[in-house]
């Protein structure tokens, strides 16, 4: 027997309806913010996540699934979905088509982490990316479409937190003040940050090591740093998110694990999941485009992990409403009722119904025991009694109660029952 790769998940027939429900409310939330969606391969040059998320994160330094095709190409299957989507805007110049370019995704994405509880190697995003704008309405707007999708999904005690990494100009004097703060505490500190003092001191205050987050929680904060646009433009982004009504917290140590930020920062943390709290993270990222060759561009988004956000539901008691059961079952009793069901059914889902016969050749009490295991709404049984007269028995399985139904009107009456 073969099993399934460490850290991934299957997703069984009696599970799926949360997953379509998940992704079918992100679809709507994209309806209603306007953004259309992009599908971009699995993999990509590995070149494009280096550049793109950057050689300093975590992801393209430990996490990506990074191997050789036949013909001798790096290629990387992704590990997010902002750098495919940055490389399908310059491509296909989209910077010519009216701005701004409003897009969302839902994909699978890779990293080779530690699996355990949300933490998996193949995980699923929902992400949007509003590529042309460098307003702070924008910024505003990604972070309320989160916002909506948490409500619609009905995750709760999930908090809103935000931050400002500025630009290059104000963090290039807040690194300085970074670098003067942890420069004596480096031998206290783990590896991975002694690197990052050297690579990019920013990123050290995303550091999940408990010795290293004692440290960072007296370093210098960022927002003393941010010269005057920034602030401004942090500013006006609260300002409009009050004017909407989303809730939010300022935390100075949100970096955010991926390189291309800059300004607003934000993640929607959950204390319901343990260590894996963020459901949602993204920020403005007017660099990007820039750096993998296209004209300049700025551009806010975030991605939400759906393991996680399906994890929050069910430990927070969210609704997640099931799928549709059949709505009626058409047993047989000889061969020739057994033709009159298929036709019977065939006629039904023609007409949008979801109907059942008898696959396995059962008897008919076994073919009613079935349809109760499925839970069918209706069942009727067909024999020479019902070819004769031109109609069924159909007994409504939530009340007991049964109709007379003529074969030509069933198709009405299940619509209207
Ligand atoms: P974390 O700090 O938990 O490692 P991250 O900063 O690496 O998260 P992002 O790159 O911002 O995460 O990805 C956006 C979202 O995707 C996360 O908020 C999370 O919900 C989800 N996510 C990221 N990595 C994983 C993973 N390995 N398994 C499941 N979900 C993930
Ligand atoms: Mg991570």
């Given amino acids: 027997m073969i099993n399934i790769p460490k850290g991934t998940k299957d997703v069984l027939p009696s599970q799926s309806f ?59 299957l992704k590990p ?13 110049g989209l910077a010519s088509s009216p701005m701004p370019l409003k897009a969302f995704y839902l994909t699978p994405c890779f990293r080779y982490e530690r699996p355990q509880a949300g933490r998996l190697r193949e995980f699923h995003q929902f992400g949007i990316e509003v590529f042309g704008s460098k307003e702070p309405e924008t910024d505003a707007e990604v972070i309320s479409a989160a916002n909506m999708l948490l409500n619609e999904l009905g995750v709760n005690g999930c908090q809103l937190q935000i931050n400002s990494i500025g630009c290059p100009v104000c963090r290039a004097e807040y690194n300085k003040a970074l670098k003067e703060y942890f420069r004596p505490q480096l031998k206290n500190m783990c590896a991975t940050c002694n690197a990052r003092f050297e690579q990019n001191p920013l990123r ?15 370093a210098p904060k960022i927002l003393d740093y941010l010269c005057p646009d920034c602030k401004d433009h942090f500013k006006k982004v609260q300002s ?19 390189d291309y930020y800059t300004r607003t920062v934000f993640e929607f943390v959950s204390t319901e999941i343990g260590a894996q709290g963020t459901v949602c993270g993204g920020g403005r990222y007017d660099n990007l485009i820039s750096e993998l060759g296209g004209a300049p561009t700025p551009a806010v988004g975030f991605a939400a992990g759906l393991e996680r956000l399906l994890m929050v539901m069910e430990n927070t008691g969210a609704t997640i409403p099931e799928e549709q059961k059949p709505r009626v079952y058409l047993a047989g009793m000889d061969e020739k009722s057994r033709n009159k069901a298929v036709e019977l059914a065939a006629n039904l889902r023609a007409n949008g119904i ?43 399985m939530t009340n007991g109660e049964s109709s007379a139904v003529k074969f030509k009107e069933l198709c009405t009456y299940l619509k209207h029952n």
């Avoid at 997010?80 to 296909?92: D, Q, W, Y």
């Avoid at 050290?204 to 007296?218: G, M, R, S």
């Fill in 18 to 76: 949360k997953w379509q429900y998940v992704e079918e409310t992100a679809r709507k939330v994209a309806k209603i913010y306007n953004l259309k969606e992009i599908r971009t391969p699995v993999f990509e040059h590995t070149e494009l996540f280096q550049r793109g998320v950057g050689e300093t994160t975590d992801v393209v330094n430990k996490e990506m699934y990074t191997f050789f095709d036949k013909g001798g190409r790096s290629v990387t």
């Fill in 204 to 218: 050290i205050l995303d550091c999940k090591e408990e010795e290293c987050k004692k440290i960072t929680a007296n």
């Fill in 240 to 258: 409009l998110l009050k004017a909407q009504g989303v809730k939010y917290l300022i935390n100075p140590n949100i970096v955010r694990g991926l």
């Fill in 354 to 396: 979801n109907a059942e016969v008898d696959l396995m050749a059962r008897s008919v009490k076994a073919q009613f025991k079935y349809a109760d295991k499925i839970g069918a709404e209706f069942v009727a049984a067909i024999g020479e009694t019902e070819l004769e007269s031109g109609a069924v028995n159909l007994k409504n």
């Fill in 80 to 92: 997010e979905g902002t750098a495919g989507a940055a490389r399908l805007f310059i491509e296909n």
